[in-house]
């Protein structure tokens, strides 16, 4: 069963026909890894751009790192800027939507003064709840062509990819 990724690789393996450099396999593999996550990207991109709030992707990303970071119930802007790689600026903003949209607390630490902590509120937790399993549902239809037995065979084949990436 072909595909167009591999329409692409043998262009690209007519042209590079006589370069050993060229790996036909490795380009597939990324090229398809690439597609899959445009896939879903699009999916998520969709999902928001026709919600009934004003809540954006953006906002979900940034409710998120907040619910998924490894303190337990808050974090600092600095904390949620790096965990979301986006500059303390963005995240300033991000924050002051979410705090005004009623998602986020902001408070000064009663232990340090100089800090200022994030916490999700209820709402901000019923919110990201929702949201979250709807992005589940998207992402487990992007890979439903596989059975159980292969999505573990593929998490470890790319396990060990980032393994050996150091990651």
């Known amino acids: 069963m072909e595909d167009g990724v591999d ?3 043998a ?5 590079w026909k006589d ?3 060229f790996a036909p396999e490795v380009e597939g593999a990324l090229v398809r890894m690439k597609h899959i996550l445009r896939f879903i990207e699009r999916g998520d991109a969709a999902a928001f751009a026709h919600n009934a709030e004003d809540f954006t992707l953006q906002d ?3 409710l998120h790192v907040l619910m998924v970071q490894p303190w337990p119930t808050e974090a600092t802007p600095a904390q949620l800027a ?3 790689n986006v500059t303390r600026a963005a995240m300033t ?3 002051d939507r979410l705090e005004q949209a009623g998602l986020v607390t902001r408070s000064i630490d009663a232990a340090d003064r100089r800090r200022v902590l994030v916490r999700p509120t209820p709402t901000g937790r019923e919110m990201w709840n929702r ?3 709807e992005g589940m549902a998207r992402d487990q239809a992007a890979l439903a062509a596989l059975s159980l037995e292969e999505l573990t065979q593929l998490n470890g084949l790319l396990r ?3 393994h050996s990436l150091g990651e």
């Open 82 to 84: 790096e965990a979301a």
């Open 19 to 21: 370069e050993p450099k």
């Open 7 to 9: 329409q692409h690789v």
């Open 60 to 62: 979900m990303k940034t």
């Open 131 to 133: 949201y979250i399993f």
């Open 160 to 162: 060990k990819v980032l």
């Open 11 to 15: 262009r690209w393996a007519s042209f």
């Open 93 to 95: 903003s991000r924050l």
